[in-house]
DNA sequence: GAGTTAAACGGAGACAGTCCCCGGTTATCT
DNA sequence: AGATAACCGGGGACTGTCTCCGTTTAACTC
């Protein structure tokens, strides 16, 4: 899975660069900054740029692979805090914060849960699958969640509510009152 | 709220020649078709198109109010033929399908119900907002729906209900069910 | 530490899209 | 028909993407 043959010094150090004034730029501009922008940022020509991160895609997975490992142990982490269904719900609000906050991640994240998605995503996509999956059994299990539903569902519906949120004004307020909404129904309360 | 003066018979044609191929490149190529392209198939020049449109949003604004509108008239048809909850149901059902199928619609809804969003927008929102707000209410009336729902959230999470379906292969089928899903709630049925 | 070589560099340039400007045209009114 | 204000249109400046290929350089050998 690592580097077949370690990487020369001079790419090594270019591709660091590049990862760097990449996330610089994604945070400053969005997911659309200007890749010759960045190349120029880092000091180095396009065509150094391009034959590192043939495309966007690769780039912005390249940046937010950190971040996606992150919410994959956040996961972890809060299964052992709190009973299985309030864990699920806490970490979809992660997700959802982040997917809003981060710039430049949501389309990664949409990607990731997206069907038929470039083959370069997959690890990504795997990561956030797995972390979802042990939540949703664990929750299932306790039978606080619904038994018909996908791991791939919940990821999904949760990008619809970071979506959602994101376009009240200020977004993230909105995430937990949007995603109670989605735990709980649009149906008035029966209890 | 109609034009002041009667706009020059070159200048009328030209705008509906634009209002034609734009419809058709959006429809062909997505939101982001190029808008000089759309200019030389309407056989003007670009000066003219962005003389008339100043912004893609207003020429995706223009080329969509028909759509908007008639998912306003759906509204109330569908109002007559089910009881409140169905209806409102059926009709975010049907306002999801339109998001995702029309291509170049899904950016004008959602800046219609964005906070803040362009003033030239507030006509499309306007109309959905009071469609939707007959339905909501109607359906809280009869008590299928929470009291503590405003209109536009319902907009706003139908909009997040889209974005979900859109990421799995097709979009179209899993909109019934992400759709029912948020009705019902992800926990399990009590019944 | 000089020589060799394959890997990596970098920026010029082809291409596509956006948007504005302004000389020329034309509908409309009298 | 002539005056005039509105409108047209395409040339061109600018920005961004992405590739190609002559040049540089790290790494390895002796």
Redesign the interface.
Known sequence: MAQVKPMRADARRNYERLLKSAADAFAEHGENASLDDIAKRAGVGSGTLYRHFPTRQALLEAVYVDAIEALGDRADAIAKELPPGEALQEWLYEVCVRTIEVRGLKALL?AA????SNAALTACGTHMKSAAARLVEAAQRE?????D?EPI??L??A???????E????GRPRIR??LS??????????D
């Open positions: 949409g849960v997206t069907d038929g039978g606080t969640l619904r038994g539903l569902d919940v999904r519906l990008h619809g509510v970071a979506s959602a949120a376009l009240a004004n200020g009152r949007y909404l989605l735990t709980e129904g649009l149906r008035p309360a029966e």
